[in-house]
């Protein structure tokens, strides 16, 4: 049919009731059209009655329908231009390729079609869809001045349609979000600034959480009615909220989240009024609280990840499960990247970066990144450089606060663990976890007894004996967090007990921790863990820390402790494996003299036993000795160290001595001393050659005293003759 004859054919079906039927062949024929209609007056009536059709638009399909119009153009403009270029190689004489239209022509007729008959935000459609076809991908089809004028244009329509919300409605919004999405990476800067942030942001922030994107968590409930109970849990593919789950998967601008946040973020930062801005972050702080309410009733959060497969259906864990979870995860990263922004521009922005804006703000986005907790400590879902910021940003700011931080950690805090066979459900375990590395870096803030009551105690419940993680319950297998939540309240004790204004309750707190620490070792920390903490114990029961002039035999105390064992408390001589779960760099394996840097990259590895953790964990602690009872210590340890039956697992310990006497981590006092006990004390044999400690003793070398090197020794029998 010719080109006239289906551009009057098309014009008549435009004028059609809506028929679904028909739709398809519309849409089809225009494209069409667009790309063989040589008349550029042609291309502007098309266009026109395109965006005013009754059959289109009187009842649209969402955000589809305007995805298929942007397609249209976006299709027709990279047929226009692949035709340029093939009738630019053709021979003179030789009938064109298409329409024969150029590039630029086409593009301004087809700009001339949307007109005042049709609305702004369909004009940006249109306009972006020209924009991608012709300059996306490097084509560089236009002059340089069209493709200002384009982007102007879009920027222009886009903004015009947000300033007037009704006429434009929810849909327009919608469609103005989806098309800039698709045309923010085109733009230039100028053309960037241009936008007005005010006005878009709230658009992008309701299109994000609204029908057309996370539909405000309501996916969530009615799981529970499609879950059909029994020895393997069954959630049907087809079940009505397995199907709701596909369509919002499907829906265009959930499948286009990754530019929307990019979008977001440059809003955020460049909207005039931080009202709004503030506003937009309200917004997502109550739906990633609905979110975890939402997800807190639904059976599926009572299931560890560690036993989904055993609990879950073969079917339901290939399909929805996974479904869902990737779902789940896209909204952790959206609403991660926006808050970045946000607590980006916090750091900026005078009107937020006051006393009283920027607590509220850093708070408010640790409730939110809360609030998601449960997506984020699954597989290491937090595990990206945007989270990073966005939550030690926000620790940052508010440890400035002390009252905010109190605040914080008293509205969050978890209740105390069950004793006994009773696990709590994964949810609290991962808002536990949340909150013990949290309040982590919060001690310095805190006041003592604030200190005592938000971070010690929630800990300390949980290196307890009678704690759920210890309990037989917890052991067939265990919870996916146990480790992490072990080493986290680990980590919170030991940041309490670093903070010197916290010296009163170190005293009675040391104790039960190194107790603690002991008892957990091997089976659910690693070498390297306990190592690092134990050290750290010692570190703050010696000088310069208060501890040490209220308990001065207190770091002597912890090393015997720990000598004990090594020599006499049943320390395995096995090599450990790695504990269940650990998720952390090699664990079992320590590099012979290690420090970091280089030189542990160039030593090779040895598997070490419980009692070579010990021995290394003894001679770690060294370098924070007080003077006057270091000498007698590195004699002790180096005959703590002799003791290492395994000649591998000895050397390893060797090295490490002598990593502590010259590596730098003495100070100047501390060196001295150990200079001159390998020189004149017997340290060089000790620790080179495995002999006993000097004393009194027949002979040289064997039980007697080391003597330097040409010493004059007075034989036993043989007296002076003087």
Same mark, same amino acid.
């Given at each position: 049919m ?17 028929n !679904? ?50 397609s ?17 190689e053709?021979?003179r004489?030789?009938? %064109? ?24 935000w369909?004009?940006?459609l ?5 924009l991608m076809? +012709? ?10 001045g069209?493709?200002s004028?384009?982007?102007?244009a879009?920027?222009t ?6 300033h ?9 919004? #919608? ?18 600034q ?7 942001? &709230?658009?992008?922030?309701d ?25 393997n ?11 709701r ?8 601008l ?10 977001a973020?440059?809003?955020v ?5 931080s ?29 560890d ?6 609990v879950?259906?073969?079917?339901? @864990?290939?399909?929805?499960?996974? $479904? ?7 909204i952790?990263?959206t ?10 521009r916090?750091?900026?922005? &005078?009107?937020?970066r ?5 607590p509220?703000?850093?708070a408010?986005t640790l ?5 998601l ?6 597989q ?5 450089? @945007?989270?990073?910021f966005?939550?030690?940003t ?19 805090? %978890? ?6 066979? @009773?696990v %709590?459900?994964?949810v609290?375990?991962a ?6 590395n ?15 009551a ?15 993680l ?16 072990f080493e986290?309240?680990?980590a ?11 010296s ?17 070792? &091997?089976a659910?920390?690693s070498?390297?863990q ?30 015997? $402790? ?6 006499e ?16 760099? &090699? ?12 030189d542990?990259?160039q030593?090779q590895?040895h ?5 070579a ?12 000795l007080?003077?006057p ?6 004699t002790?340890?180096?005959?703590? +160290?002799?003791?290492v ?11 490490r001595?002598?990593d502590?006497?010259?590596?730098g981590? +003495? ?6 001393? #150990? ?16 002999? !006993?400690?000097p ?5 040289l070398?064997e039980?007697g005293d080391? +003597? ?8 036993? #029998? ?5």
């Amino acid at each position: 049919m010719p080109a006239d004859r289906l551009l009057a054919t098309v014009l008549r079906a435009y004028q059609n009731d809506p028929n !679904p039927a028909e739709t398809d062949k519309i849409l089809g024929t225009t494209a069409t059209l667009l790309t063989s209609l040589n008349n550029p007056l042609n291309l502007s009536l098309l266009t026109s009655h395109f965006l005013t059709a009754r059959a289109i638009w009187q009842f649209p399909d969402g955000l589809r329908t305007c995805l298929r119009i942007l397609s249209i153009y976006n299709t027709a403009a990279i047929h226009v231009r692949k035709n340029e270029l093939q009738n630019a190689e053709l021979a003179r004489g030789q009938p %064109p390729v298409g329409s024969g239209v150029r590039s630029d022509s086409w593009a301004r007729a087809v700009a001339k079609g949307a007109d005042d008959r049709s609305s702004r935000w369909q004009h940006v459609l249109v306009l972006t869809g020209i924009l991608m076809g +012709m300059e996306a991908e490097d084509r560089r089809s236009l002059s340089r001045g069209l493709r200002s004028t384009l982007e102007q244009a879009v920027v222009t329509a886009a903004n015009l349609s947000l300033h007037d919300p009704l006429r434009t409605g929810p849909l327009g919004r #919608g469609a103005v979000v989806l098309a800039l999405t698709y045309a923010f990476p085109l733009l230039s800067h100028p053309a960037r600034q241009q936008v007005d942030g005010n006005a878009l942001l &709230p658009a992008l922030i309701d299109a994000m959480l609204g029908e057309e994107g996370f539909q405000h968590g309501d996916f969530v409930s009615p799981i529970a009615n499609d879950i059909a109970p029994g020895q393997n849990i069954s959630w049907h593919a087809n079940s009505p909220s397995a199907t709701r789950l596909q369509k919002l998967e499907s829906r265009p601008l959930a499948q286009n989240m990754g530019p929307l946040s990019r979008l977001a973020a440059f809003t955020v930062q460049h909207a005039t009024d931080s009202n709004i801005v503030l506003r937009a972050h309200d917004q997502l702080l109550s739906f990633t609280a609905g979110l975890l309410d939402k997800w807190s009733h639904c059976p599926l959060s009572a299931i560890d990840i560690s036993v989904e497969t055993k609990v879950l259906s073969p079917e339901t @864990v290939q399909g929805p499960h996974r $479904m869902l979870w990737q779902l789940l995860k896209k909204i952790l990263y959206t609403i991660v990247a926006t808050l970045q922004s946000v607590v980006g521009r916090s750091l900026l922005d &005078p009107s937020i970066r006051n006393d009283i804006v920027g607590p509220s703000v850093a708070a408010k986005t640790l409730h939110s990144l809360r609030n998601l907790s449960f997506i984020s400590t699954r597989q290491g879902a937090s595990s990206f450089q @945007v989270y990073t910021f966005t939550y030690l940003t926000s620790l940052d700011i508010i440890t400035r606060y002390p009252d905010a931080c109190v605040s914080f950690l008293q509205e969050t805090q %978890p209740p105390l663990p069950q004793t006994g066979n @009773v696990v %709590p459900s994964p949810v609290i375990q991962a808002t536990t976890l949340f909150y013990l590395n949290t309040a982590e870096h919060l001690p310095l803030a805190l006041p003592t007894p604030a200190c005592e009551a938000l971070v010690i105690t929630p800990a300390a419940s949980y290196l307890s004996t009678t704690s759920w993680l210890t309990s037989p319950a917890n052991s067939h297998p265990p919870s996916s967090l146990t480790l992490e939540l072990f080493e986290s309240a680990h980590a919170a004790v030991l940041s309490a007990l670093s903070c010197p204004q916290h010296s009163p309750v170190a005293a009675s707190l040391v104790p039960f921790y190194v107790d603690a620490l002991l008892a957990s070792f &091997p089976a659910r920390i690693s070498p390297r863990q306990f190592r690092l903490a134990f050290r750290a114990v010692v570190q703050i029961a010696s000088p310069p820390y208060p501890l040490s002039a209220s308990d001065p035999d207190l770091a002597e105390t912890l090393l015997e $402790m720990l000598r004990f064992r090594a020599l006499e408390g049943g320390a395995s001589t096995a090599p450990l494996l790695p504990p269940a779960g650990d998720q952390a760099a &090699p664990t079992t394996t320590i590099s012979a003299g290690q420090k970091g840097g280089a030189d542990q990259q160039q030593q090779q590895q040895h598997p070490i036993s419980e009692q070579a953790a010990l021995v290394l964990a003894l001679l770690d602690a060294l370098p924070y000795l007080p003077p006057p009872a270091l000498e007698e210590w590195l004699t002790r340890a180096a005959e703590t +160290m002799n003791a290492v039956a395994d000649p591998a697992m000895r050397e390893v310990a060797r090295r490490r001595f002598w990593d502590v006497l010259v590596g730098g981590e +003495m100070d100047v006092e501390r060196s001295a001393l #150990g200079v001159a006990w390998w020189g004149t004390a017997g340290g060089r044999e000790m620790v080179l050659m495995g002999r !006993p400690r000097p004393g009194p003793g027949p002979g040289l070398g064997e039980g007697g005293d080391f +003597m330097m090197s040409g010493a004059l020794v007075q034989e036993e #029998g043989k007296g002076s003759r003087l």
